[in-house]
């Protein structure tokens, strides 16, 4: 069985600074992969290659078994995207933001009323299901967000910092939300700063200055630096990159 995320050497370049630089992994159908990293080290412009709106400047990657450079409009088609910043528009009800996005996703009226009853039902929002999404608290808008992300069943998900501002409870239960999903077969690549929550994949990346650093499952990463924590191991990865920027500033 193929891949459901296979990236080989890809690379990004912006005139002649490179972004992202010949990185290479594959992730498998039902996998919780994190995708972890310091602010700049790649990691937003590596998901732009790979959900279609940006084109690799060289080397290759396919997300659902289409090519993200030659195939976006399809890659497109068969993923789900949640933003760090909060994704559904929040003057809009908790239904009609289904209904939106069902619409976009390609769903028939029927597919729609259909998943969108049993999203309500599943997060208990019957009685929230006429509200503005603004008046939810954060947590609930993230399970929302998460579940429409879901709505078309997407072959895989992308979510950018999912449970960023939210309390450690609300994390943990958005958490089991994402295993559900795997267990159904949704490849899920998530982006982190709670390095505990890392714990929480199948297996992690850790990109520094726009290459992989790191791979593995969690216990491998540590076992390889020989750290008690993920933490101690991005210390140590991104240390060396700190001091070299101190040292040129």
């Not at 990236?7 to 002649?16: W, Y």
């Not at 399970?143 to 409870?169: C, M, N, Q, W, Y």
């Not at 295993?179 to 850790?206: F, N, P, Q």
Request: a negative charge.
């Amino acid at each position: 069985m193929s891949a459901a995320i296979d990236v080989h050497e890809m690379t990004r370049r912006f005139g002649d600074f490179t972004a992202v630089d010949a990185i290479t992994f594959e992730v498998q159908r039902g996998e919780v992969f994190g995708f972890l990293g310091a602010n700049g080290a790649g990691k937003t412009t590596a998901i732009k290659m790979l959900i279609g709106l940006l084109a690799p400047t060289s080397g290759t990657a396919s997300v659902a078994g289409f090519d993200v450079a030659t195939n976006a409009e399809s890659v497109r088609r068969h993923i789900g995207y949640m933003s760090q910043r909060f994704s559904l528009y929040e003057d809009l009800t908790v239904r009609e933001n289904i209904t939106l996005y069902g619409g976009i996703y390609g769903l028939t009226d029927d597919e729609i009323r259909e998943r969108g009853k049993a999203l309500i039902g599943g997060l208990h929002l019957e009685r929230a299901a006429g509200a503005r999404v603004a008046s939810l608290p954060l947590g609930w808008k993230q399970k929302l967000a998460f579940s429409v992300a879901l709505l078309h069943r997407p072959a895989v998900v992308f979510l950018d910092e999912p449970t960023g501002g939210v309390d450690p409870i609300t994390r943990r239960q958005f958490w089991e939300t994402i295993y559900d999903a795997a267990e159904g077969g949704t490849t899920i690549l998530v982006t982190t700063h709670y390095l505990d929550e890392a714990e929480y994949c199948d297996r992690i990346s850790i990109m520094v200055d726009g290459r992989i650093a790191a791979m593995g499952t969690p216990s491998e990463v540590k076992g390889r630096f020989g750290a008690a924590s993920l933490d101690d191991v991005f210390t140590e990865l991104v240390r060396p990159q700190a001091v070299a920027v101190a040292q040129h500033a």
